[in-house]
């Protein structure tokens, strides 16, 4: 019974027409690798801001705290599956290698509501990698204080973008393991020093546990943008490989990594909060700091790891997403040359690739350097709306829509990789909505 549900799923190509799949795959062979797609959701998926999770998850103790962490994850992963789906349905559809959100939002929820979409979320990946370049950049100030604050912020921004830009990807997926690897190890480092420290009180704190709506879902919204990494789902989709089986897979086992890392730091840090008696926690680093000082090195590679990976995640998967947005925005005001600027946008990505490469890494670094306080308020706004719109409400609904147009052309060709059907996509709906009117 397993081995036939592939074949169930697997879309259904019409009589007489060449498989798109096949001439996908010819384009770009060579050009696959899944554990370089593995490597770099684990290193977009984590987060500096995992350190601070914690902080949400004290009033609840240990089991409603892993609960709802697990609950998150699976919330997350199954609306990242849903993106997957919707990105190789029009690969397949369109016959191309890459696609955009830009590319699937004007697809299924048309021309006008699909600008609104692309632009607002083009935006939030703009505002992700500004918060990447200003971090790394405060990192590096707090290491070496007489270095030039504009230097500081631009030193590994540019690093990235020559490595994206002049090199094959192959030395971008070496650098990203490379950090994924520092960031694995300064994780390890720390919970093995928490345990050290706290091992009575780790056990102690899980006799503790608040199963009330009030303590456990304050976490839940954390926890989802923690975990997130919807944003280069589309780019994963380029080079995991010619199924969607395998994208489903990677993000899978990407998303596991991150899910086991938030876990053993959640612990560790209420078990120390536990030996404590504090009732909050008003910074996790700070509390682990106090009853182990050496462990600072540890935090600092962390942290400056996670923004590394999710610097060089955003800046492989963005020039997609502005290239599109730009040609969907050129085609309201040019109705006339839509089918001409269509037929070219992937040609005029691929010319103009560096140039906007650079230009998502540069124009940041000046914005961190001279407006770091503004943009800081307008990233925790706009992290609220990406948390309940962006990734929670958009992915279900245009599935149902997906599913619905596919269905409607032809009953035998749906793909859904996601179990559960519309009653799934009515639950990752139903939450999104939850958590929008909780905030």
């Known amino acids: 019974m397993a081995v036939a549900a592939p074949h169930r799923w697997r879309r259904r190509r019409r009589p007489g027409t060449a498989p798109r799949r096949g001439r996908r795959k010819s384009c770009r062979r060579g050009k696959k690798s899944f554990w370089a797609a593995v490597s770099l959701i684990v290193g977009t998926a984590v987060g500096p801001g995992m350190l601070g999770l914690p902080s949400a998850t004290i009033r609840s103790g240990q089991a409603p705290s892993a609960a709802a962490i697990l609950l998150s994850w699976a919330y997350v992963v199954s609306s990242i599956i849903l993106v997957a789906e919707l990105s190789f349905s029009a690969m397949e559809r369109d016959g191309v290698d890459e696609v955009s959100f830009t590319g699937l939002a004007s697809s299924t929820l048309g021309a006008d509501l699909g600008a609104v979409v692309a632009v607002v979320y083009a935006a939030l990946s703009f505002s992700l990698i500004v918060a990447c370049v200003a971090g790394i950049g405060s990192l590096v100030s707090q290491l070496f204080p007489r270095v030039n604050p504009v230097l500081a912020n631009a030193l590994f921004p540019c690093f990235a973008g020559v490595l994206i830009a002049f090199f094959p990807f192959k030395a971008v997926d070496g650098a990203n ?129 996670a923004l590394a990976t999710s610097l060089i995640g955003y800046a492989v998967s963005f020039p997609k997403q502005l290239a ?115 905030h």
């Open 177 to 305: 393991r490379a950090l994924c690897g520092l960031m694995l190890v300064s994780i390890t480092a720390l919970v093995v020093t928490g345990v050290s420290v706290g091992r009575s009180s780790l056990l102690r704190s899980l006799g503790y546990a608040c199963w009330s709506p009030g303590a456990i879902l304050p976490a839940i919204p954390v926890t989802v943008l923690t975990l997130g990494f919807h944003v280069i789902t589309p780019f994963i989709c380029k080079i995991v490989g010619d199924s969607v089986y395998d994208a489903r897979r990677a993000i899978l086992i990407g998303g596991a990594v991150p899910l086991f890392m938030v876990l053993s730091w959640n612990a560790v840090i209420l078990g120390l909060a536990t030996a404590g008696g504090n009732a909050r926690i008003g910074d996790p680093i700070k509390l682990l700091l106090s009853v182990n000082p050496a462990a600072l090195p540890a935090v600092r590679g962390f942290a400056f790891a």
């Open 324 to 438: 599109d947005t730009v040609e969907l925005i050129v085609q309201r005001f040019s109705p006339k040359q839509g089918s001409v600027q269509q037929s070219n946008a992937s040609s005029g990505y691929g010319r103009n690739g560096v140039i906007l490469t650079w230009t998502v890494l540069i124009v940041p670094i000046f914005i961190v350097s001279f407006f770091s306080a503004a943009f800081s308020r307008a990233l925790d706004f706009a992290g609220v709306y990406a948390n309940c719109f962006l990734f929670g409400i958009l992915p279900p609904v245009m599935a149902w829509i997906h599913r619905s147009q596919e269905r409607k052309r032809s009953p035998d060709s749906c793909q859904d990789i996601l179990p559960g059907g519309n009653a799934a996509l009515l639950i990752l709906f139903s939450i999104a909505v939850v958590l929008a009117i909780w």
